[in-house]
C-alpha cells in the first residue's frame, strides 16, 4: 500500500508563510505527478499546485508569485512554500500522488489525509 503524510500546517497570520511537505512511503515503482489540492468549509476541493516528474509546474491563478510547489524524487517527498499569505488561503491543504506501484502497471491517484492552513487577518 502507498501512505502520504503531509505536515506544515498552522495558524499564521496574513502576510506571513508557511512551509508544507508531503512524503510518500509503501510500494512506489515511479510517481509521475504530485500535487497540492485545498477545500475551504462550503467550497469544492481546488488545485492549488502541480508538479511534474521532470519539473514543470503549474499553480492556480490565485496563487501564482506567493506560492511555490517543488518535489525531491529521491525521497518521495513534495513540498508548498506559501509566502504572502491571506486569510482567503484558509483551508484545508491536500497532497495527492499520481504513482504506478510497478512498472507496467496503471496510474492511480493517492491522497493524504490533509492538513489545515488558517490565515488570520
Known amino acids: 500500500q502507498v501512505q502520504l503524510v503531509e505536515s506544515g500546517g498552522g495558524l499564521v497570520q496574513a502576510g506571513g508563510s508557511l512551509r508544507l511537505s508531503c512524503a510518500a512511503s509503501g510500494r512506489i515503482f515511479k510517481i509521475n505527478v504530485m500535487g497540492w489540492y485545498r477545500q475551504a468549509p462550503g467550497k469544492q476541493r481546488e488545485l492549488v499546485a502541480r508538479?511534474?516528474?521532470?519539473?514543470?509546474?503549474n499553480y492556480a491563478d490565485s496563487v501564482k508569485g506567493r506560492f511555490t510547489i517543488s518535489r525531491d524524487n529521491a525521497n518521495n517527498t513534495v513540498y508548498l512554500q506559501m509566502n504572502s499569505l491571506k486569510p482567503e488561503d484558509t483551508a484545508v491543504y491536500y497532497c495527492n500522488a499520481d504513482l504506478m506501484m510497478a512498472p507496467a502497471q496503471p496510474t492511480y491517484r493517492y491522497w493524504g489525509q490533509g492538513t489545515q492552513v488558517t490565515v488570520s487577518s
Open positions: 508538479i511534474e516528474s521532470g519539473g514543470n509546474t
